[in-house]
């Protein structure tokens, strides 16, 4: 890994879906370490911006970096220093819990032995062990969610990308789901985590970015950006409630 400050660059991004252009070169970075909230509306554009960053979609300008790694010309360098967790539960319906972590550990290339070990410590952690045989329909909402989280760290990731982890949890799963987020954090993985819950970038992120209609909005520490007044029309469509 390039010893950069920087786990995510992005400068001057647009990204077009035939004439409709998504994304308005925004530009923002985020440092190795830390914790970011990327707030926006439904459609703003923020899913889409996960997928440039992770080599999921392409995009017509700019520059994406991982850890100084262009994600396009040296994506095989970027996308392993990556964990995404998806909006969408995109599992295969056939493999059992543990073996689908396995299976996904053979991506990133984990010895199997090592790659056991670690579905068996992810399971664990998000109390899914006395589920390791079942197939992924077998579970609980919530029990997904925790799923794609333990696929996202299976590698063990420099970087955690969560794309709405905690849309539709109940209260009490949210707040797990935070404590997680909190820990991996303090043990070093930077994350990158969008919302439409002000109340979740609040509580987690230290530095927030609002992306509305493609646009870069406002971006800095949570503090300066959640009391900006002149974002009030945007706060209005996001969700304030718990
Ligand atoms: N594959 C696609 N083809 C065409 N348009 C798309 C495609 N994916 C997204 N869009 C459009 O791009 C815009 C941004 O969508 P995106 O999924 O990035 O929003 P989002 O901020 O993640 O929203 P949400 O909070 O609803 O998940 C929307 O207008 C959407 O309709
Ligand atoms: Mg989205």
Same mark, same amino acid.
Not at 40 to 69: D, M, W
Not at 190 to 217: K, Q, S
């Given at each position: 890994?390039?010893?950069?400050?920087?786990?995510?660059?992005?400068?001057?991004?647009?990204?077009? =879906?035939?004439?409709?252009?998504?994304?308005?070169?925004?530009?923002?970075?985020?440092?190795?370490?830390?914790?970011?909230?990327?707030?926006? %509306?439904?459609?703003?554009?923020?899913?889409?911006?996960?997928? $440039?960053?992770?080599?999921?979609?392409? =995009?017509?300008?700019?520059?994406?970096?991982?850890?100084?790694?262009?994600?396009?010309? &040296?994506?095989?360098?970027?996308? %392993?220093?990556?964990?995404?967790?998806?909006?969408?539960?995109?599992? /295969? %319906?056939?493999? %059992? @819990?543990?073996?689908?972590? $396995?299976?996904?550990?053979?991506?990133? *290339?984990?010895?199997?032995? +090592?790659?056991?070990?670690?579905?068996?410590?992810?399971?664990?952690?998000?109390? @899914?062990?006395?589920?390791?045989?079942?197939?992924?329909?077998?579970?609980? *909402?919530?029990?997904?969610?925790? +799923?794609?989280?333990?696929?996202? @760290?299976?590698?063990?990731?420099?970087?955690?990308?969560? /794309?709405?982890?905690?849309? *539709?949890?109940?209260?009490? @799963?949210? =707040?797990?789901?935070?404590?997680?987020?909190?820990?991996?954090?303090?043990?070093?993985?930077?994350?990158?985590? $969008?919302?439409?819950?002000?109340?979740?970038?609040?509580?987690?992120? &230290?530095?927030?970015?609002?992306?509305?209609?493609?646009?870069?909005?406002?971006?800095?520490?949570?503090?300066?950006?959640?009391?900006?007044?002149?974002? &009030?029309?945007?706060?209005?469509?996001?969700?304030?409630?718990?």
């Amino acid at each position: 890994m390039r010893n950069s400050e920087v786990a995510i660059s992005i400068q001057n991004l647009s990204k077009y =879906y035939g004439k409709f252009q998504a994304l308005k070169e925004i530009s923002f970075d985020i440092m190795r370490g830390s914790f970011f909230g990327f707030l926006g %509306p439904n459609g703003a554009g923020k899913t889409t911006t996960i997928n $440039t960053v992770t080599g999921l979609s392409n =995009y017509q300008e700019g520059k994406v970096r991982i850890f100084g790694y262009d994600v396009t010309s &040296e994506y095989v360098r970027s996308r %392993p220093l990556v964990g995404l967790c998806a909006q969408e539960f995109n599992f /295969d %319906p056939f493999l %059992p @819990l543990h073996r689908m972590l $396995t299976y996904q550990a053979g991506y990133f *290339g984990l010895p199997q032995k +090592l790659a056991e070990k670690r579905a068996d410590e992810l399971l664990d952690r998000f109390q @899914l062990t006395e589920k390791r045989n079942m197939k992924y329909r077998t579970l609980s *909402g919530g029990m997904k969610k925790r +799923l794609l989280l333990c696929r996202a @760290l299976i590698h063990d990731p420099e970087i955690l990308i969560l /794309d709405e982890p905690t849309a *539709g949890c109940d209260l009490e @799963l949210r =707040y797990h789901i935070w404590d997680y987020l909190r820990q991996l954090n303090k043990e070093g993985k930077t994350i990158f985590l $969008t919302t439409h819950y002000m109340e979740e970038a609040e509580r987690l992120c &230290e530095r927030i970015g609002i992306i509305h209609e493609g646009h870069i909005v406002k971006i800095g520490d949570k503090k300066d950006v959640l009391k900006d007044q002149t974002l &009030e029309d945007v706060f209005l469509e996001l969700t304030n409630g718990k």
